[in-house]
């Protein structure tokens, strides 16, 4: 059918839709879709609006939504009703009504179709449609009707739910019966056809249809029109079933109706069951004709096993027979009944139990006379049935099958017993059946064996039996009966519990059992009924009522009265209950007797845990006078005693039993069961007895036991009388002695159970009861925590060598601080530390007054100063209990108002010893751990209510904290006594001068964590808490302004992730209602829950995940809190909007209270900040010692450079501290710089602190840091210099825009006399005035130099310090012309004070510092200035230099050298590197900022003698210095030194003298092998300057190395294909083999695709870097290489597999998103992506630190380098791969790399220089093809190459273009060639294009093709055809014959076949 349409005659191809627009325009009428004789037609829908008016009013929208609706796709169709739908929803009411003439054809096809989510949409759709038309559905109702009806009957629930909402939203309730009644016909119509006419081919096309959708449409059909018919019949009112019977009887009389009853499928069974109940129930005579049928086909079906049928089937059984009582006429009961029903109870319901077995009891009833017949046969027919069911196992392993079975049997056997009352011979013989053979053993089943029947209602039942049983003995005509079977059901439930109890071994399980039937008999549960069943039987008695229809009602053979002798029996009835109830107890009080004392002897006997449990069970639950009566013969009772029985029994045999329990080991578990029937008993004694019996338990031998178990069921009593026990001083006093064992020096108690219970029973006495009120008496609970206090002394010692802390004046130690010398240390902690931890964590918890007991403060501070203990007895769950401990203590006594008298007191002591231990590095106490508990302290413990009033407030969170901060003196000894490290690292970056010679510098740190750092990490935390505030409550706050810390309950919230799996120290496991009693009244007092306490949250990392916002977004509060805060936070934090510090905004104290409005306005001027959460007054200080602290640790760790890497790794870091988190604070650091391990812990947290603070500080808060700052600077310089620089830093990135105040001192005349401070506070200054302002300081200062005598050179106040300012201006000014000094400086050499030609150590400081800055004021001016420089300038700069470097060389040492040195050739370095980097600058030449006589000068002469003489000294320094103890100075001198030694020409480079190294049988000359031995060496170097510069130095020579290879064919080998191969040079191939071992070693577990992050400063990163530059080298070697080297260079990749190696690495290495951080990164190819492989890696020498970041982005660039230099192995290594790895890899190329290296294809060709004669290259970027035209003479080529999307896994596509004169043949010869050169060579395009071109050429200068390879030049070495055949004269390549005679296994000709 694809040929052209045929026009033939007409203007325009035929067109269907043109067709149905004429047929629209014609004259006769509407058009119709589809053809109505076809059975799919869905009814007649107009296509278009016509000229007839009755379809005018279709909509066109709706038209169409119709006509989708008469597509098949069902998708089509769901859509369309779905906008049919919609539509209807959208149009007016008559729009829709439009609808209604075709949407009965429509809706009676779709509510049956296939697909249930069409008809489920086409309800909707309906509903829709009948809100919208209301009563204009009337007319069409009856054609709906009947499909109406049946689709409410779905078996789809959703679209049978969707037709039942139609229909309610269509008709009222009132409505739905008229609506159904004024359609019944012709709804019976529809369900007769469809019932007996339709077929499954008749209701689908069945062609076109599966034939199991014609089977499963037709079954859904039938099912749901019978379930309509029950539908029908159900809804039409009695008086409108009349009418319509004649054709609900022909129904019946249709034998098809009564074939459904055998349908194979259970959905038509079961619907057809209903029909059957349905007619039963609604109209009865008209089935009544049809008895016969429907009993056979119901009654005979009982064993029906389908789930689904079961319930419909016996639904309709029972209305049979009870509506139809002579329906048992028409079956033969014991034939086709009673055989069927045995099969079904044997198999146990066929697994329909829940609903069979609950029909049982009424269809028994329901039986006539006659099937029971006389004697037991049936009842054990049907019972033994009914047991061989339940028995089965598929019954056992369902609990709800069990359970109906069970509750079906019992209530038969209860009918049949009452139905059979009598003294008759079959009577007594059917009672004693169905109690001995059916209850009794169920019963003994359920007390002995593992079964579920003690779950099931058996137990109740037999409850309801006996009750029965004894009401019916009121009946004087059954009385003899009823009582016989009573006396037997006890007597056999007697015997049975007997043997149970007196069998050897007794279950415990069994014996619970017992008395739960004993229980249930006595007092029965309530069960719910099942609403299921809605027949049943109840029994009738003398009460009982008529019940409804539904119910059948079972006469107990009772002879019925009149009424007036029932009225006269009344009275006597009445007097048998009394007598039957007194009966009844009777019998259950002899059992219960019999089974005491029998429980009793055998426990007593034989210590029977199970028989005392079950003595005590029986106790609790049947204690009472008479029952001690009846046990008077087990213990002996004075009847003459005034005592109660109940009391001589406890006496003489409960509390001597415990005691005789006690003595006996391995019987401790008795005490539970005893202590239980002690309290049993103990109910039936008087209060003084009772109190007298628990005075009698704690005298006993081994009490402790007993007396816990015994407080415990006292705690949860009701009784205040045994509460009142507790307070007693016989309780309190044995509490006292006890706690005296456990914590005495004699230990009585030694066994650790004992100890155990000892400290439970002290636990739970010092507990509350179930009233919240003290378990002990007052007076006693503070002996108690008297003697714990004592123990926890014990248990600590005072060392006597400790040292007093460090303090200027020693007299001025406080009496707190003397006290606070006490420093406690561990002896051996005992196991009592756990006990004693959870004891008074309890008492914490559970008394609400604990701190008025006057011990709890003295027993608190010993349990915190235990937490802040070094010792490795605590482990990490003890240490936690311990820290859990004092923190809710210390929460307790703060939180309470009325504690705050006896908090102030000892928070007092506890700042002091806090403070002392903060101030002071000791060996007993873990400050670490110290600082984390102080931490907590403060901002768990003292954070007092905000809102509460200000008197209330005794003791502030900021008076607490001053308590242990250091004075202002103390502060200062703690800075003096910081490691002096950093003066040498800020003297080598230039911000120091250290000009006092005698100042001696450590050269290693000092172990322990300086006082400084550990009070800036302690006071970094606590400024990161934000106050919560109410709402209401915020003003309040402003104006009461207290500096405090948020309320303990907000803080709970907010710091609820920290420990969150931490847990509290636990007391022992009670049972529920014990635990409920302890704990009770938790919520409702101010204790906050467990979990509140002991979980935190982490400000710091939450807060600092945020700092890296722009300054722009600051304002905004949102932007300043944390991204992860809870919700309560960020709700507390946005309400408050605070104005914090704004009484130092104005000047004011911060008791001077604004206005109300005024400091509203001040709030919501300041509503963008959030609040410090101290006053900014008192904080201030804090602050800038905290700045203080971290530019220590940026100095000592060489700035931001090294620090970036630990706040890597502390990304996660907790601030709030464990012990766990702070250890690591004495670690040393594996970096590859020599630094402290407590800086990789302190600097993240100290910097995350302090952003948060940046973000809340206002205006003027930052002018007075930064002022105070200031001050400092100029008064002692030095770090307070770098403070300030740090703090305008934080000010111009927070506050943009905003003016820096402080610059303006620099206009003053504080600066006229230059000192060291005022200096370095000066060049703070300068980068951030006007450019104005800087030249006028460097015009003065220009002037001060020139005009300073000659003494005055070398001083800070002369030209030293000028010239410091001056190189200070000029790296400020973005603009400089001239600098008119270095004619000054050129005449010094005159006073000789340069370092010319002299040892460094011998000149003084001054002088040395003078040269030094001399040095970076002419690099600054060679960097910026070089036009103002002029010759004689140049070579003063020039000769100084070749001059300085001599120095170095004269003052260079083995043994070490001095800062000053390190400075001196670090500053020389960089000047190097300035002036090469000018000098070989082309555009600086171009601009002529440079002479070229200059640039030959350099060349000639001055290059040559500075790097000979440097380059030694590069060596030397890397060779000298140890990898192992590199400082930090070490490390900045390496960055200059070797990134000045990059700058050396690599002629230079080959003539470094240095110890030989050389590998035999090399060519490259011995002095650059010796060279690149040393480098390789170097490249392998942890150190990073060193490594990098090895490789920068190294991949300017390996350019050099091929031309040492060419005709080396002495080392190529030659593999089995005849290829020839070249290794890499010797080193650069070893230092790749190493590296590549192992990284594959840590790199296998690692699956290809995903990214390992390599950390910093490991071995791993080191060789990992190793492995990516010397890869590096490889590709350049590779690509420097001529084209005939690479094939042999591409051979030894191939041959050893050290590519494949790399690109599975790499693909491990890579990020699986390889962008860049820097979002202002720009590629520099159009259209692609800034990713790691559009920008090289920097691997900058100086002023970049190491990352994981950059292996990653490294391994980007080398495998962008592989792709570029080696595409061929690369695409067939890719090849190789399976599938997974194959699809990444792709996926990834095509994404990242691909765009680049077609870019740079198509750009290659394009700036192409390379001149070919006879071709012309162009390149289409758009496209990525390349066109190359050939031309010879008058013939001409065109190629396309065509780079494919992944280039270059993919194969490029060369396509032929124009050809002239040139064959077929030949085209495709030459064709295939280009193809095989640009699939198989490794390199560019443009090289494929030349080795092609080069081919063609020889082809045309007569050069014969190999005749095997069919190329003149060879694909791989590019040779020519050379070896000839002597028979034909035909020429091969050398590698084509050698390849042919392997694969062949011949040595003839390919051609001629002979010897070759």
Request: glycine letters at 4%.
């Amino acid at each position: 059918m694809g040929g052209k349409q045929r026009t033939k005659g007409n203007a325009r191809p035929s067109s269907s839709g043109r067709a149905a627009e004429l047929l629209e325009r014609s004259n006769q009428g509407t058009g119709f879709v589809g053809f109505g004789t076809m059975s799919g037609d869905l009814g007649y829908v107009p296509t278009a609006v016509g000229a007839d008016d009755f379809d005018s009013c279709l909509d066109p929208e709706i038209r169409l939504a119709l006509r989708k609706l008469t597509k098949r796709d069902a998708i089509t169709k769901l859509k369309a009703m779905q906008e049919l739908a919609s539509l209807c929803k959208e149009k007016e009411e008559d729009s829709v009504g439009g609808i209604l003439p075709h949407w009965p054809r429509l809706y009676s096809k779709l509510a049956l179709d296939y697909d249930k989510r069409v008809r489920e949409a086409t309800q909707y759709a309906f509903e829709q449609i009948c809100l919208r038309v209301g009563r204009k559905l009337a007319p069409h109702l009856r054609s709906l009707m009947g499909v109406w009806i049946v689709s409410q009957c779905d078996t789809y629930a959703p679209a049978s739910s969707a037709a039942k909402s139609a229909f309610q939203k269509a008709f009222s309730t009132v409505k739905q019966r008229e609506a159904v009644a004024y359609c019944k016909a012709e709804v019976l119509e529809h369900l007769q056809d469809n019932l007996f006419n339709q077929t499954a081919s008749t209701l689908s096309e069945a062609k076109s249809t599966p034939v199991e959708e014609l089977e499963e449409k037709y079954t859904r059909n039938l099912t749901s029109s019978l379930l309509a018919l029950r539908e029908l019949i159900t809804m039409l009112s009695p008086e409108e079933l009349p009418k319509i019977s004649e054709q609900l009887e022909n129904i019946l009389i249709n034998n098809k109706f009564w074939k459904f009853v055998k349908h194979q499928k259970p959905s038509i069974r079961s619907a057809f069951y209903t029909v059957i109940g349905a007619y039963c129930e609604h109209i009865p005579e008209t089935l009544e004709i049809y008895l016969m049928r429907s009993s056979v086909n119901v009654l005979g079906n009982l064993d029906e096993s389908d789930p689904t049928v079961v319930s419909s089937l016996w639904h309709a059984a029972l209305l049979i027979i009870t509506t139809y009582p002579k329906c048992w006429s028409h079956v033969n009961m014991r034939k086709a009944v009673l055989p069927k029903l045995w099969v079904l109870l044997k198999s146990g319901g066929k697994g329909s139990a829940t609903v069979i077995y609950p029909n049982l009891l009424p269809l028994l009833s329901q039986l006539p006379a006659a099937t029971f017949g006389q004697g037991i046969g049936f009842f054990q027919e049907f019972f033994g049935n009914m047991k061989t069911g339940l028995i089965l196992e598929t019954v056992r392993r369902s609990s709800c099958e069990t359970s109906s079975i069970v509750q079906a049997l019992m209530e038969c056997v209860r009918y049949c017993i009452i139905q059979n009352l009598g003294n008759s011979e079959n009577c007594i013989a059917i009672q004693d059946y169905l109690v001995n053979e059916q209850v009794m053993p169920l019963l003994e089943e359920s007390m002995t064996q593992s079964t579920k029947l003690a779950s099931t209602s058996l137990y109740p039942q037999t409850s309801s039996l006996i009750h029965r049983l004894h009401k019916s003995n009121e009946d004087k005509h059954i009385n003899d009966s009823c009582k016989r079977i009573l006396n037997s059901v006890w007597g056999k439930l007697a015997e049975c519990c007997l043997k149970q109890i007196c069998s050897e071994d007794p279950s415990l399980k069994n014996l619970e059992n017992i008395s739960t039937v004993l229980s249930q008999i006595r007092s029965p549960l309530e069960r719910k009924t099942s609403e299921k069943r809605k027949i049943h039987v109840t029994f009738s008695d003398s009460t009982t009522s008529l019940e409804s229809s539904d119910v059948t009602q079972v006469d107990d053979e009772l002879t019925e009265k009149d009424l007036k002798a029932q009225k006269d029996e009344t009275d006597s009835k009445i007097a048998n209950s009394t007598s039957n109830e007194k009966m009844e107890d009777d019998q259950m009080n002899e059992l219960v007797a019999k089974l005491c004392s029998a429980s009793y002897k055998l426990a007593k006997e034989q210590n029977s845990a199970e028989h005392c449990f079950f003595f005590s069970k029986i106790l609790s639950e049947f204690s009472s006078p008479d029952l001690f009566k009846t046990l008077t013969h087990l213990v002996p009772c004075d009847d003459s005693s005034t005592k109660s029985k109940a009391y001589q029994f406890i006496d003489k045999a409960i509390l001597p039993w415990i005691n005789d329990v006690l003595a006996v080991t391995g019987k401790c578990n008795l005490c539970q069961n005893l202590v239980d029937a002690l309290f049993s008993v103990m109910k039936l004694c008087s209060c003084e007895e009772q109190r007298e019996v628990l005075g009698n338990l704690c005298c006993l031998d081994k009490s402790i036991v007993p007396l816990y178990l015994a407080v415990k069921k006292i705690v949860i009593s009701k009784d205040v009388h045994i509460q009142s026990w507790t307070r007693s001083t016989v309780f309190g006093d044995k509490l006292t002695s006890l706690a005296g064992s456990l914590c005495g020096d004699s230990k009585v108690i030694t066994k650790e159970e004992e100890i155990s219970d000892g400290w439970k029973l002290i636990s739970l006495g010092l507990s509350t009861n179930k009233n919240r009120d003290p378990i002990l008496d007052d007076l006693y609970t503070d002996r108690l925590i008297k003697v714990i206090c004592k123990l926890l002394q014990d248990l600590i010692t005072t060392p006597s060598d400790v040292t007093t802390p460090l303090q200027d004046d020693p007299s001025t130690s406080s009496a707190v601080e003397r006290e606070s010398e006490d420093i406690v240390h561990l002896k051996n902690m005992p196991h009592s530390l756990t006990y004693i931890c959870e004891t008074i964590f309890n008492f914490f918890k559970s008394s609400k007054n604990c701190f008025l007991v006057s011990a709890s403060e003295d027993v608190l501070l010993k349990v915190f100063q235990i937490s802040c203990l070094k010792g490795d007895d605590l482990s990490g769950d003890l240490m936690e209990k311990v820290q859990n401990t004092w923190m809710y203590g210390i929460t307790s006594l703060v939180e309470n108002k009325k504690y705050f008298s006896n908090a102030q007191n000892f928070l007092h002591k506890l700042a002091g010893w806090i403070k002392v231990n903060l101030m002071k590095s000791s060996s007993l106490v873990d400050r670490s751990t110290t600082i984390a508990n102080a931490t907590s302290l403060v901002y768990q413990v003292l954070n007092e209510n905000i809102n509460q009033d200000c008197e209330d407030i005794q003791m502030t969170g900021g008076e607490f904290l001053q308590l242990i901060l250091p004075t202002k003196e103390e502060w200062n000894g703690c800075r003096r006594s910081l490691p002096l490290q950093w003066k040498e690292n800020l003297t080598m970056q230039g911000d120091l001068m250290l000009i006092n010679a005698n100042e001696k510098l450590p050269e290693t740190f000092q172990d322990d964590v300086p006082n400084q750092i550990m009070l800036s990490v302690f006071l970094a935390t606590l400024l990161t808490i934000q106050p919560q505030l109410e709402e209401d409550n915020v003003l309040e706050y402003e104006e009461v302004r207290v500096d405090r810390i948020p309320s303990k309950k907000d803080a709970d919230e907010t710091i609820s992730k920290e420990r969150s799996e931490s847990k509290l120290p636990e007391q022992e496991t009670l049972s529920k209602e014990d635990s409920e009693a302890v704990t009770a009244g938790e919520s409702s007092g101010n204790v906050q829950p467990k979990k509140d306490v002991s979980e935190r949250e982490d400000p710091i990392s939450a807060e600092s995940s945020n700092n890296g916002q722009s300054s722009d977004n600051r304002e905004s509060s949102d932007n300043v809190q944390p991204k992860n805060d809870v919700s309560e936070r960020e709700d507390a934090i946005s309400a408050e909007s605070s104005n914090n510090g704004q009484s130092s905004d104005n000047g004011e104290s911060s008791d001077n209270v604004q206005p109300k409005n005024e400091r509203e306005d001040a709030i919501s001027a300041e509503s963008s900040k959030s609040m410090l959460p101290w006053n900014f007054d008192k904080m201030e200080d804090y602050i800038l010692e905290v700045v203080y602290s971290m530019q220590w640790s940026l100095a000592i760790s060489n700035s931001e450079q090294l620090v970036c890497i630990f706040l890597q790794d502390s990304i996660n870091f907790n601030p709030f501290f464990s012990v766990e988190d702070l250890s690591r604070f004495e670690q040393t650091n594996e970096e590859e710089v020599m630094l402290p391990g407590y800086l990789k812990q302190s600097s993240p947290i100290i910097s995350a602190a302090m952003d948060t603070v940046w973000a809340v500080l206002t205006i003027n808060q930052w002018d007075s840091l930064i002022s105070k700052s200031c001050e400092r600077s100029m008064e002692f310089g030095e770090l307070w210099a770098m403070t300030l620089k740090c703090l305008i830093e934080k000010f111009k990135e927070y506050e943009a825009g905003q003016e820096l105040k402080v610059i303006h001192i620099c206009k003053t005349d504080r600066f006229d006399i230059l000192t060291e401070e005022s200096v370095g506070t000066l060049k703070v200054l300068i980068p951030y005035l006007q450019q104005n302002d800087i030249s006028m300081i460097l015009d003065i200062h220009t002037a001060k130099l020139i005009t300073s005598p000659q003494e005055n050179i070398t001083e800070i106040h002369g030209c030293l310090g000028a010239l410091c300012v001056i190189h200070t201006c000029l790296l400020s000014l973005t603009k400089v012309t001239e600098v008119a000094i270095l004619e000054a400086i050129s005449d010094w050499k005159d006073f000789d004070i340069f370092l010319f030609s002299r040892k460094v150590e011998d000149v003084g400081c001054k002088v040395l510092f003078l040269n030094v800055e001399v040095i970076r004021f002419l690099s600054v001016t060679v960097q910026k200035i070089p036009r103002s420089l002029s010759a004689q300038t140049w070579d003063f700069i020039l000769c100084s230099l070749v001059e300085w470097i001599q120095s170095i060389t004269d003052s260079i040492t083995d043994e070490g050298n001095s800062i000053y040195f390190k400075v001196f050739c670090a500053e020389i370095s960089n000047l190097i590197h300035a002036i090469v980097t000018l000098l070989e600058d082309e555009n600086a030449s171009k601009a002529a900022l440079i002479s070229p006589d200059l640039i030959s000068e350099w060349k000639e002469f001055f290059s040559p003698g500075i790097f000979t003489a440097f380059l030694p000294l590069f060596f030397k320094f890397t060779n000298s210095l140890d990898q192992n103890l590199i400082s930090v100075s070490d490390h900045l001198l390496l960055q200059s030194v070797c990134r000045a030694a990059c700058c050396a020409p690599c002629e230079l480079l080959q003539q470094v003298e240095l110890k030989p190294r050389l590998v035999p049988s090399c060519t490259i000359p011995d002095v650059l092998q010796t060279v690149m031995n040393h480098l390789m060496g170097m490249l392998q170097s942890k150190v990073r300057p060193i490594q990098l510069a090895a490789y920068k130095i190294l991949a300017k020579l390996m350019s050099l190395l091929p031309e040492y290879d060419k005709g080396r064919s002495d080392v190529a080998n030659t593999d089995e294909t005849g290829e020839t191969n070249l290794p890499l040079p010797e080193m650069l191939k070893e230092a790749i083999i190493s590296s590549t071992f192992y990284l594959e070693s840590v790199l296998e577990d690692v699956p290809v695709g995903e990214c390992i992050t390599v950390e910093s400063g490991t071995e791993v990163y080191q060789t990992t870097m190793t492995y990516l530059l010397a890869w590096r080298l490889a590709l350049i070697f590779f690509k420097a290489a001529p084209v005939e080297l690479r094939a042999q260079y591409a051979n030894f990749f191939r041959q050893s597999g050290l590519v494949d190696s790399l690109l599975i690495n790499l693909f491990r290495l890579m990020p699986i998103v390889p962008l860049l951080s820097d979002k202002d990164a720009k590629s520099p190819f159009k259209g692609v992506q800034p990713s790691m492989f559009t920008q090289e890696p920097a691997l900058e020498i100086k002023g970049c630190g190491s990352s994981p970041i950059e292996p990653q982005h490294l391994a980007c660039s080398v495998y962008n380098n592989t792709l570029e230099d080696l595409p061929a192995m690369v695409r067939q290594w890719w090849n190789s791969q399976n599938k997974r790895i194959k699809e990444h890899i792709d996926r990834f190329t095509t994404k990242f790399t691909s765009p680049i290296l077609c870019a740079k294809e198509i750009q290659g060709v394009q700036k192409s220089t390379t001149k070919m004669d006879n071709m012309t290259i162009k390149a289409r970027s758009k496209t990525r093809e390349v066109i190359a035209t050939y031309r010879m003479d008058d013939m001409s080529m065109d190629l396309v190459i065509k780079l494919a999307v992944n280039h270059p896994l993919g194969v490029i596509v060369v396509d032929s273009g124009k050809r002239v004169g040139v064959s077929a043949a030949q085209w495709r010869n030459w064709m295939l060639q280009m193809t095989t050169f640009l699939v198989h060579q490794n390199g560019t395009i443009v090289d494929g294009l030349k080795v092609w071109k080069s081919n063609i050429d020889k082809r045309f200068e007569g050069t014969d093709d190999c005749m095997i390879c069919y190329s003149v030049i060879h694909g791989s070495n590019y040779s020519l055809p050379q070896l000839t055949c002597k028979t034909c004269k035909k020429k091969f390549h050398s590698a084509c014959l050698y390849k042919w005679f392997n694969t062949s296994n011949q040595s003839s000709c390919p051609l001629c076949r002979n010897l070759f």
